[in-house]
């Protein structure tokens, strides 16, 4: 933690010389030494989370048919799902998430310091196949998909029949022609089904 702080330190003060830098190094490897590192960790967690604060990420999951996605994400299977074909230039930027305990860091190596941890999560979540899509900060609020990249919506079983009626209406409108399904439960097999 105080070579990190002090290497960052003295990237920030290129101007400075050595014997300059000299008093600033003891400040900050006492400071650390006084603070305890758990402290720093905070500090430094929450500097993160602002920085980040620009960045847009897409999340979406490798599956259509996970009974808890649609409790959790489409209002308890009142929703929609958006089926894309994994083609085209934004889409090649998508990565796995990984969930994993801890995230192992080493803020010394300057490979390390990247958005790694955009893609990162928790082991209690992997149920969701999570896939992501980050977009830097000033990217605009808009991404534009080519519409042959989705290839269909996928209905929740308990969307309303107004908004059922005016999704395959869009739908027909549409060009090139959008798939509509409906998802339905399977109570033998305790799985979504896809029907008309």
Known sequence: MSSFLYTMFV?????LSRAELAPHREIIFHNVKRHGTKTLLKDMTEILHRELEG?????????????SLWAKYAGDHAGY??????????????????????????VNNPDHRNGFWF?????????????????????????????????RLILGKNISKEHEESIRSWARER????????????AVDQTIVLGP
């Open 11 to 15: 990237h920030n003060n290129p101007q």
């Open 55 to 67: 960045y847009r990420v897409y999340s979406m999951s490798t599956r259509y048919d996970s009974l």
């Open 81 to 106: 799902c958006l089926e894309f074909a994994n083609d085209g230039p934004v889409f090649e930027t998508v990565r796995d998430v990984m969930y994993e305990d801890s995230l192992r860091m080493d």
């Open 119 to 151: 893609f990162c999560k928790r082991p209690e979540w992997s149920n969701e196949e999570e896939v992501r899509l980050v977009l830097p900060r000033k990217s605009g609020p808009k991404v534009k998909l080519d519409p042959h990249w989705l290839r």
């Open 175 to 186: 060009a090139p022609s959008l798939a509509v399904v409906k998802a339905r439960y399977n």
